[in-house]
């Protein structure tokens, strides 16, 4: 293939890969604190598209994107409320199933209010404008969303390592008992935790919205499945790992596809392939730390 | 709190198992067909007042939007002919999901538990596919309205079709493609999807066959069921660099195809099937669908209509909500099925379903709203016409009719 | 209880079985609709037993139960189809030569894909048995969809995206539900065997069990490798039953369903696991009314339209997951001594009620 092509084709990657990142940071967070995979992340991102559409048919984007943000962060944590804090004490088959049926709640709800007719998410031309560099190709979105998402990182590691939240939250991560014994109130932490997720669903969501316009209620699950693949892939539990894990998959998506075009049928394939491979060869993923179970 | 869960536990199944077989059994409201044993020409008799005619489409799933617009269609024919042989025609309407599981009990459940005599539908091949074989068992004649692949009516004498055929919406496409001066195409189709498949096929033998050469199909690209990132798909077609891109895709795919290829800066024609015909289209990809190039069975603006089309064109707009709305041409064949159906009651006399198919067979020159029907030895409706529209300041337009005569 | 009362009363019970089988299956009873309706049943529960033996009786969180069933499903579709009918149903590109002339009876088919989806899960089963509980469903879930997009992928073998119709359908209903007769007795036999104790002490503690000298991992593959077999047998009668499968119908979520059936009916008994799958299955069609309009007396109740069904199965999960952790039977199992002094209680609850004045 030609080195012009070869550049589109990257630059697909990169793109795809920060959106990937984006939502892995959400599941690799909530990880880490609660050892629980939350399956219902991608639906919420499915739901904060939903609430998009809605609110833009209501009001200036502006607007729009705050209540977007305030909503999903109110699910979130809602969610967490609801269906994850009776669950805390049980064993983490029980937790997961519940993880699976909200998701399974959010997708039929989804379904039954707004129809599987898929309806459009509104433009927004400051991301969706066209932008010809060279013999390049590429929507506004696909510069300014790996740059949010480099920013994001930046501002969570700040988070996590300089303030008291963040050392809550590390504390909580390490070992949840001691925590609660040291006097650091887990409720909030998690809370925070399934805030700070949701928010970063919200953004994701936006701009997902924006590369891939099309909204219906399954939407969120082959992407929130990949995302929390490239959690694992960069160590489920460190966000910088997602970040990474993110990159590599969609990264590695876009490649197989521009190399093996006859290969497209297993793209989604290509990231469960991926799991397995990492799970046997460094469980822990790339980035992360191997801990000890202690008998 | 146990305790009581298992009584209720108990009682509900209790009830449940009770429910099924009591209406399973007895007659709701007097139209249960009494069916003992396995299937054979069942006799639906229905000795009340109502004729039900079911109505099997997706209503949710994939191919949701298209379904629902075809049994809009539908509903609007049976309030304007709401009767026939005397009875009041009631429609019993199922969703198949558009999943071909569900297709085969949904079906099952039209024919055993409303005890249909006829059936309508579906919107989307695969699933029309799926349910044939339940259908030509039961022995109850099935019209489609605008399922378009072959394997829908062959070998299956009891399914028939409104609509014209994908071998024949591929020609018209290559030859549209062909006499615009296209000489290589790009084809993109989903996998999966029988329809995407087979018109996409018959596009290319169609296209090979017409400009005499093997390598005229310079990019042939497979996409997967819920896929939304085409970039990588279409960055090698650009690169291919064809005359046209031919994506026969479903409506949830079709805006992201769109769009996407045009934020890469494809710039060549891009052309779909009959499921493009959908303003859920238009609103998603917005000024990207300018240009875009499509077949379909129905204009409402033709000037040739019939005067059945007429009215059927000034009452479906009203319903619709005004001058301004644009008749999805599934709404219109769904329209037809049933007029077709109900005709063929009219004339067997009864509603046996056997009577019934044979009185469909032997249709001649009926008038519907898209044209004139008689149906072959497959049950296909002999069209030999399709409508060429694209889209133009954010309407579909119409652009030509083509008439293929074979 | 006497013995001699238990067997008696077991006899009773399963010639009213036998008896209420024969009239629905000749037509006496219910309908085409009913039928297809219990036997959906039936082959649900053979699933749901085998992933509860995996999934409750050894602790192995495992979601792969949609692609054991799937290559059960797609053996019998590959195998059984008649000779005549293939060239038609692979009309984009031809069977697999080889395969195109081999047709294997029904049961030949069933025990070749239960076979197959055991081998494979040996082979799966290997490199992840040993990964910890959320790291295993995953893991198992990956699996499950590489084995559908393989399927969705092979053009010439399963007809890919396609799938292959026209498939024998299932006669009489003797065959699911003797099918999962003999399936559940097979799994029952294999849990009071000293295997089964294996498999509930790794559940308990797999690391007091190795320490105690049990082979963590023959065992698992042993309950891994059963669970696959059956549910690919499940999957080969689901086949027969809906007479056409495609790889879509074997998505990952259908693994949900039988996680529902499993919750519901207590992960450690198998009586609750046949129990709910009857009442689930039975659920969600009596649901359907959900998804029509309902008019009360000439007002229409705004609320019902089509997905309600699904909103309320998904809202009856979570109550149950929330609420009823241990399910139905939690860990118990049928006998007659529970059923008399289930009733012996609620009469003697009645009785100390009137009585006392507390």
């Given at each position: 293939?030609?080195?012009?092509?070869?550049?589109?084709?990257?630059?697909?990657?990169?793109?795809?890969?920060?959106?990937?990142?984006?939502?892995?940071?959400?599941?690799?967070?909530?990880?880490?604190?609660?050892?629980?995979?939350?399956?219902?992340?991608?639906?919420?991102?499915?739901?904060?598209?939903?609430?998009?559409?809605?609110?833009?048919?209501?009001?200036?984007?502006?607007?729009?994107?705050?209540?977007?943000?305030?909503?999903?962060?109110?699910?979130?944590?809602?969610?967490?409320?609801?269906?994850?804090?009776?669950?805390?004490?049980?064993?983490?088959?029980?937790?997961?199933?519940?993880?699976?049926?909200?998701?399974?709640?959010?997708?039929?709800?989804?379904?039954?209010?707004?129809?599987?007719?898929?309806?459009?998410?509104?433009?927004?031309?400051?991301?969706?404008?066209?932008?010809?560099?060279?013999?390049?190709?590429?929507?506004?979105?696909?510069?300014?969303?790996?740059?949010?998402?480099?920013?994001?990182?930046?501002?969570?590691?700040?988070?996590?390592?300089?303030?008291?939240?963040?050392?809550?939250?590390?504390?909580?991560?390490?070992?949840?008992?001691?925590?609660?014994?040291?006097?650091?109130?887990?409720?909030?932490?998690?809370?925070?935790?399934?805030?700070?997720?949701?928010?970063?669903?919200?953004?994701?969501?936006?701009?997902?919205?924006?590369?891939?316009?099309?909204?219906?209620?399954?939407?969120?699950?082959?992407?929130?499945?990949?995302?929390?693949?490239?959690?694992?892939?960069?160590?489920?539990?460190?966000?910088?790992?997602?970040?990474?894990?993110?990159?590599?998959?969609?990264?590695?998506?876009?490649?197989?596809?521009?190399?093996?075009?006859?290969?497209?049928?297993?793209?989604?394939?290509?990231?469960?392939?991926?799991?397995?491979?990492?799970?046997?060869?460094?469980?822990?993923?790339?980035?992360?730390?191997?801990?000890?179970?202690?008998? | 709190?146990?305790?009581?869960?298992?009584?209720?536990?108990?009682?509900?199944?209790?009830?449940?198992?009770?429910?099924?077989?009591?209406?399973?059994?007895?007659?709701?409201?007097?139209?249960?067909?009494?069916?003992?044993?396995?299937?054979?020409?069942?006799?639906?008799?229905?000795?009340?007042?109502?004729?039900?005619?079911?109505?099997?489409?997706?209503?949710?799933?994939?191919?949701?939007?298209?379904?629902?617009?075809?049994?809009?269609?539908?509903?609007?024919?049976?309030?304007?002919?709401?009767?026939v042989l005397g009875k009041k025609v009631e429609l019993v309407i199922v969703d198949n999901k558009s999943d071909k599981g569900e297709a085969t009990t949904a079906v099952t459940r039209l024919i055993e538990k409303d005890g249909v005599v006829a059936i309508i539908g579906s919107y989307g091949s695969g699933v029309s596919i799926a349910a044939g074989d339940i259908i030509k068992q039961a022995g109850i004649p099935a019209m489609g309205a605008s399922c378009t692949n072959p394997m829908v009516?062959?070998?299956?004498?009891?399914?028939?079709?409104?609509?014209?055929?994908?071998?024949?919406?591929?020609?018209?496409?290559?030859?549209?493609?062909?006499?615009?001066?296209?000489?290589?195409?790009?084809?993109?189709?989903?996998?999966?999807?029988?329809?995407?498949?087979?018109?996409?096929?018959?596009?290319?033998?169609?296209?090979?066959?017409?400009?005499?050469?093997?390598?005229?199909?310079?990019?042939?690209?497979?996409?997967?069921?819920?896929?939304?990132?085409?970039?990588?798909?279409?960055?090698?077609?650009?690169?291919?660099?064809?005359?046209?891109?031919?994506?026969?895709?479903?409506?949830?795919?079709?805006?992201?195809?769109?769009?996407?290829?045009?934020?890469?800066?494809?710039?060549?024609?891009?052309?779909?099937?009959?499921?493009w015909e959908n303003v859920s289209i238009i609103d998603v990809a917005g000024s990207d669908a300018e240009g875009v190039v499509i077949s379909t069975f129905f204009d409402e603006n033709d000037t040739a209509a019939t005067d059945e089309a007429k009215a059927f064109v000034k009452g479906y707009k009203e319903r619709l909500g005004g001058d301004d709305a644009v008749i999805p041409a599934v709404a219109a064949l769904g329209y037809d099925a049933y007029i077709i159906v109900l005709d063929a009651?009219?004339?067997?006399g009864s509603t046996d379903g056997a009577a019934i198919r044979d009185a469909l067979a032997e249709t001649d020159g009926f008038e519907g709203v898209t044209g004139a029907f008689r149906f072959d030895e497959n049950g296909d409706a002999q069209k030999s016409v399709a409508i060429i529209k694209t889209v133009k300041d954010g309407q579909f337009e119409y652009l030509s009719t083509v008439t293929v005569n074979e | 209880m006497k013995k001699r009362t238990r067997i008696i009363l077991t006899v009773?019970?399963?010639?009213?079985?036998?008896?209420?089988?024969?009239?629905?299956?000749?037509?006496?009873?219910?309908?085409?609709?009913?039928?297809?309706?219990?036997?959906?049943?039936?082959?649900?529960?053979?699933?749901?037993?085998?992933?509860?033996?995996?999934?409750?009786?050894?602790?192995?969180?495992?979601?792969?139960?949609?692609?054991?069933?799937?290559?059960?499903?797609?053996?019998?579709?590959?195998?059984?189809?008649?000779?005549?009918?293939?060239?038609?149903?692979?009309?984009?590109?031809?069977?697999?030569?080889?395969?195109?002339?081999?047709?294997?009876?029904?049961?030949?088919?069933?025990?070749?894909?239960?076979?197959?989806?055991?081998?494979?899960?040996?082979?799966?089963?290997?490199?992840?048995?040993?990964?910890?509980?959320?790291?295993?469903?995953?893991?198992?879930?990956?699996?499950?969809?590489?084995?559908?997009?393989?399927?969705?992928?092979?053009?010439?073998?399963?007809?890919?995206?396609?799938?292959?119709?026209?498939?024998?359908?299932?006669?009489?209903?003797?065959?699911?539900?003797?099918?999962?007769?003999?399936?559940?007795?097979?799994?029952?036999?294999?849990?009071?065997?000293?295997?089964?104790?294996?498999?509930?002490?790794?559940?308990?503690?797999?690391?007091?069990?190795?320490?105690?000298?049990?082979?963590?991992?023959?065992?698992?593959?042993?309950?891994?490798?059963?669970?696959?077999?059956?549910?690919?047998?499940?999957?080969?009668?689901?086949?027969?039953?809906?007479?056409?499968?495609?790889?879509?119908?074997?998505?990952?979520?259908?693994?949900?369903?039988?996680?529902?059936?499993?919750?519901?009916?207590?992960?450690?008994?198998?009586?609750?696991?046949?129990?709910?799958?009857?009442?689930?299955?039975?659920?969600?069609?009596?649901?359907?009314?959900?998804?029509?309009?309902?008019?009360?007396?000439?007002?229409?109740?705004?609320?019902?339209?089509?997905?309600?069904?699904?909103?309320?199965?998904?809202?009856?999960?979570?109550?149950?997951?929330?609420?009823?952790?241990?399910?139905?039977?939690?860990?118990?199992?049928?006998?007659?001594?529970?059923?008399?002094?289930?009733?012996?209680?609620?009469?003697?609850?009645?009785?100390?009620?009137?009585?006392?004045?507390?």
């Open positions: 293939m030609s080195f012009d092509t070869f550049l589109q084709h990257l630059t697909n990657g990169i793109s795809l890969g920060s959106l990937f990142a984006l939502i892995a940071i959400g599941y690799t967070m909530v990880y880490g604190i609660l050892r629980l995979i939350n399956f219902a992340h991608g639906d919420i991102v499915m739901m904060s598209s939903y609430f998009m559409i809605y609110f833009m048919s209501a009001m200036p984007w502006y607007a729009a994107i705050l209540l977007v943000i305030i909503s999903t962060v109110l699910l979130g944590v809602l969610i967490e409320r609801v269906a994850y804090k009776p669950l805390r004490e049980a064993s983490r088959m029980s937790i997961m199933i519940s993880a699976i049926g909200v998701s399974y709640l959010l997708e039929n709800l989804a379904n039954y209010i707004f129809t599987g007719v898929p309806k459009g998410y509104p433009d927004m031309p400051v991301l969706t404008k066209g932008l010809h560099i060279g013999s390049l190709s590429v929507q506004s979105a696909s510069i300014v969303i790996p740059i949010i998402t480099i920013l994001i990182l930046v501002l969570l590691i700040n988070l996590i390592n300089h303030t008291k939240t963040g050392m809550a939250m590390r504390a909580v991560a390490k070992d949840y008992e001691t925590a609660s014994l040291m006097g650091i109130q887990i409720n909030r932490v998690i809370a925070v935790t399934f805030a700070i997720g949701s928010l970063l669903a919200a953004i994701g969501s936006i701009f997902w919205g924006a590369r891939y316009p099309s909204v219906y209620p399954l939407m969120g699950v082959m992407p929130g499945l990949k995302c929390f693949i490239a959690a694992v892939l960069g160590g489920i539990g460190s966000i910088p790992g997602a970040v990474l894990g993110g990159f590599l998959l969609g990264m590695g998506e876009t490649m197989l596809v521009a190399f093996f075009p006859t290969l497209t049928g297993y793209r989604d394939a290509f990231a469960f392939i991926v799991l397995i491979i990492i799970l046997l060869v460094k469980p822990t993923g790339i980035l992360g730390e191997k801990t000890t179970d202690k008998v | 709190m146990k305790k009581s869960f298992k009584w209720i536990a108990f009682i509900m199944v209790y009830v449940m198992i009770l429910s099924t077989f009591l209406s399973g059994c007895s007659s709701n409201g007097g139209s249960t067909a009494a069916n003992s044993g396995s299937g054979g020409s069942a006799a639906a008799s229905n000795d009340s007042e109502v004729i039900k005619i079911g109505v099997f489409e997706p209503l949710t799933g994939e191919n949701g939007g298209g379904g629902s617009q075809e049994t809009d269609g539908i509903k609007y024919a049976n309030e304007v002919y709401s009767e009516t062959q070998g299956n004498e009891y399914y028939f079709r409104a609509c014209f055929l994908d071998p024949f919406q591929g020609t018209v496409m290559a030859n549209y493609a062909i006499q615009n001066g296209a000489k290589t195409a790009a084809v993109i189709t989903q996998n999966g999807d029988d329809y995407s498949t087979g018109l996409g096929n018959f596009f290319k033998q169609a296209f090979v066959k017409l400009t005499g050469d093997e390598g005229s199909i310079v990019a042939d690209m497979v996409f997967q069921t819920n896929d939304q990132d085409f970039n990588a798909i279409l960055t090698n077609i650009k690169a291919a660099n064809p005359d046209v891109i031919f994506a026969p895709s479903s409506i949830a795919t079709a805006p992201l195809i769109i769009k996407q290829a045009r934020a890469l800066g494809i710039t060549c024609p891009i052309m779909g099937g009959d499921t009651i009219e004339r067997a | 009773i019970l399963a010639a009213v079985f036998i008896v209420i089988l024969t009239l629905l299956d000749q037509g006496v009873l219910g309908d085409n609709y009913v039928r297809r309706v219990l036997n959906l049943a039936a082959i649900y529960s053979i699933v749901a037993v085998s992933m509860n033996l995996v999934n409750g009786f050894t602790g192995l969180f495992s979601l792969g139960q949609a692609g054991f069933m799937a290559i059960g499903a797609f053996t019998v579709a590959i195998f059984t189809v008649p000779l005549e009918y293939r060239e038609a149903i692979f009309y984009i590109s031809p069977q697999n030569p080889i395969l195109a002339q081999i047709e294997l009876p029904f049961f030949a088919a069933l025990l070749l894909g239960g076979f197959i989806a055991a081998g494979i899960a040996l082979l799966i089963g290997a490199p992840v048995l040993r990964l910890k509980s959320d790291y295993l469903a995953i893991a198992t879930l990956g699996f499950s969809e590489i084995i559908r997009i393989v399927f969705n992928n092979m053009q010439s073998i399963t007809n890919g995206a396609l799938g292959i119709k026209s498939i024998p359908g299932v006669k009489t209903m003797w065959l699911p539900f003797g099918v999962a007769a003999i399936s559940i007795a097979i799994m029952k036999l294999l849990i009071n065997s000293t295997y089964g104790l294996a498999f509930k002490a790794i559940k308990e503690d797999d690391i007091a069990a190795e320490a105690m000298g049990i082979s963590l991992f023959k065992h698992k593959q042993l309950s891994f490798a059963t669970g696959a077999f059956f549910a690919a047998i499940g999957g080969g009668l689901y086949a027969s039953l809906l007479t056409s499968v495609e790889p879509k119908s074997f998505y990952f979520t259908f693994t949900y369903t039988f996680l529902l059936i499993i919750v519901l009916g207590g992960m450690g008994s198998v009586t609750g696991t046949v129990i709910s799958s009857f009442l689930v299955t039975l659920g969600l069609e009596w649901l359907r009314f959900f998804d029509e309009p309902l008019t009360i007396g000439g007002v229409a109740i705004p609320l019902f339209r089509s997905g309600l069904r699904m909103v309320v199965f998904s809202i009856l999960l979570m109550t149950i997951v929330l609420f009823f952790r241990n399910g139905l039977m939690s860990n118990k199992e049928f006998s007659w001594e529970g059923i008399s002094g289930f009733f012996k209680r609620l009469f003697s609850r009645g009785k100390k009620e009137a009585g006392s004045n507390e």
